[in-house]
């Protein structure tokens, strides 16, 4: 196995999701493919990312519409890195994010949590510089 391709999350509609995660966060529409007359293949990302995106995925059951915003049980779930972090984290909120903290400093790097369009729990995270070990914060 080489990388960990994508990482699905349920949503309630496509193009909310998309306009959140493009127009607030800044990643980058991948692709959007209609599979059928109510189902589509939708993938954004950071922009530049190589690997790893987010599969976003319209809940169709009373069940995966219970779980929007909330797959983790309210721990953060999600963590995007950055290599300057007052920058995005100054455009996230002038774009309208909603950040439950104030950064901070961690043994792991800067760090706020900040919540999505629908209430999932993401860290902004600029990683410290550590050899040998996980740089991501266990909450």
Request: charged share 30%.
């Given at each position: 196995?080489?990388?960990?391709?994508?990482?699905?999350?349920?949503?309630?509609?496509?193009?909310?999701?998309?306009?959140?995660?493009?127009?607030?966060?800044?990643?980058?529409?991948?692709?959007?493919?209609?599979?059928?007359?109510?189902?589509?293949?939708v993938v954004v990302a950071p922009r530049g990312a190589r690997e790893a995106g987010?599969?976003?995925?319209?809940?169709?059951?009373?069940?995966?519409?219970?779980?929007?915003?909330?797959?983790?049980?309210?721990?953060?779930?999600?963590?995007l890195h950055t290599d300057d972090f007052a920058r995005d984290h100054d455009?996230?909120?002038?774009?309208?994010?909603?950040?439950?903290?104030?950064?901070?400093?961690?043994?792991?790097?800067?760090?706020?949590?900040?919540?999505?369009?629908?209430?999932?729990?993401?860290?902004?995270?600029?990683?410290?510089?550590?050899?040998?070990?996980?740089?991501?914060?266990?909450?």
């Open positions: 196995m080489n990388h960990l391709g994508l990482v699905a999350l349920v949503v309630r509609d496509y193009d909310e999701a998309v306009d959140f995660y493009v127009n607030s966060v800044g990643f980058e529409l991948v692709e959007d493919t209609r599979i059928d007359e109510h189902k589509r293949w987010v599969l976003l995925a319209r809940a169709v059951t009373p069940e995966q519409e219970a779980r929007i915003g909330d797959q983790t049980g309210g721990r953060v779930g999600l963590f455009r996230m909120r002038a774009a309208g994010v909603a950040f439950e903290e104030p950064p901070r400093e961690e043994p792991y790097g800067t760090v706020a949590v900040f919540r999505d369009l629908y209430g999932n729990r993401w860290d902004l995270l600029q990683p410290a510089r550590v050899s040998g070990g996980s740089t991501e914060g266990g909450r």
